[in-house]
């Protein structure tokens, strides 16, 4: 059984930072891509981050790059997500997920955490 487990959500003004964890626990040798995903109200759920769990490769969406760093460490089992810059159009529930087939497709993932709020103000 696997479970992943985020943290770091909160509220921030617009230019802030906020620093996202996700814990992984059980079967993790089975991760070959661990991903952020996040969802507006509204709007559908959407790639913003992803990192190969052994290798350490990163993947952004245009809408994050050069404002976003994924990273992991294996030894704590957790991947994080630095976001910086952050911009109004940044509020959504962002979910942290596990695959072993694809970085950028959802409907890859096998395994997802409950998600943290990220809300950023104008």
């Known amino acids: 059984q696997v479970q992943l487990v985020e943290s770091g959500g909160g509220l921030v003004q617009a230019g802030g930072s906020l620093r996202l964890s996700c814990a992984a626990s059980?079967?993790?040798?089975?991760?070959?891509?661990v991903g952020w995903f996040r969802q507006a109200p509204g709007k559908e759920r959407e790639f913003a981050a992803g990192?190969?769990?052994?290798?350490?490769?990163?993947y952004y969406a245009d809408s994050v790059k050069g404002r976003f760093a994924i990273s992991r460490d294996n030894a704590k089992n957790t991947v994080y997500l630095q976001m910086n810059s952050l911009k109004p159009e940044d509020t959504a529930t962002y979910y942290c997920?596990?695959?072993?087939?694809?970085?950028?497709?959802?409907?890859?993932?096998?395994?997802w955490g409950q998600g943290t709020q990220v809300t950023v103000s104008s």
């Open positions: 059980g079967r993790t040798s089975s991760f070959v891509y």
């Open positions: 997920a596990a695959s072993s087939r694809s970085v950028t497709d959802a409907r890859q993932y096998a395994y």
């Open positions: 990192i190969t769990w052994w290798g350490g490769s990163t």
